[in-house]
């Protein structure tokens, strides 16, 4: 019996680790051709062959997607390889909490460019061949940061508010041609990249957070979450199950956002 993603090619940027690792996986695993994308060679490579050996149909290729022709390399890739491509998932991301009074035009710019540019460059250059696509589906990884204020995050949530506003605007402008764009937005998921953010390993472990977020309420669950809980929305908003679901952005944050 076919999977959801039979015969569909997905290309997905920042996948080395974390949530487009698992997003990945995910659409591997309903039998997606999956092109997996990332800045970190070394990493990417070996995340790749870790799902080849899993039996997953993908392949991989280093890119900066701040740079365009970087990312016309990678759709070519993926064109050269299956000749189509059917799915992106717009997952690369840094994260930063630079407060406003040390943040230069450098780290602004630099910020916005992966996190919010990106995904401009990468849906541009694939918008030729996701009009040939019978379903051809933009998934865009924002966060909960891109619907409400947060401190010490200026330019990091900004490009993520920019980024659920570039979904809304992908779908009405490719909606005519059966492309459909929605945005998921992460709450707190325990990943390397949340690590850095706040150098501290496990930072939903502490104390602290225990206190600020499940101790007062704020986290419903009472849980961080996972990679892995992110990776189902993005496989519905990939796949048929979410035909007519177009310009929508999908909270995942555990209730994180409800308390507010």
Known sequence: MSKRLSGRVALVTGAARGIGLAAAKRLAEEE???????????????????????GLAVDAIACDVADAASVERMVAKAANNWGRIDI?????????????????????????????????????????????????SIVNIASVQGIRGQPHA?????????????????????G??????????????????????????????????????????RMPLRRAGKADDVAGPILFLASDDSLYVTGTVLVVDGGFTATY
């Open 32 to 54: 997606a051709r999956v092109l997996l994308s990332d800045i970190d060679a070394e990493t990417l490579a070996e995340a790749a062959a870790d799902l080849t050996r899993q």
């Open 88 to 136: 992106v998932v717009n997952n690369a991301a840094i994260s930063d909490d630079t407060p406003i009074e040390e943040l230069d035009e450098t780290r602004w710019r630099h910020v916005l460019a992966i996190n919010l540019d990106s995904a401009l460059l990468v849906a541009r250059a694939a918008l030729p061949l996701l009009k040939q696509s019978p379903s051809g």
């Open 154 to 174: 200026m330019a990091y949530a900004t490009a993520k508010g920019g980024l659920v506003n570039l979904t809304r605007c992908m779908a009405v402008d490719f």
């Open 176 to 217: 005519p041609f059966g492309i459909r764009a929605n945005a998921v937005a992460p709450g707190y998921i325990d990943t390397r990249m949340a690590e850095q953010k706040h150098d501290t390993p496990h930072e939903h472990k502490t104390d602290w957070f225990q206190d600020i977020y499940f101790k007062y309420g």
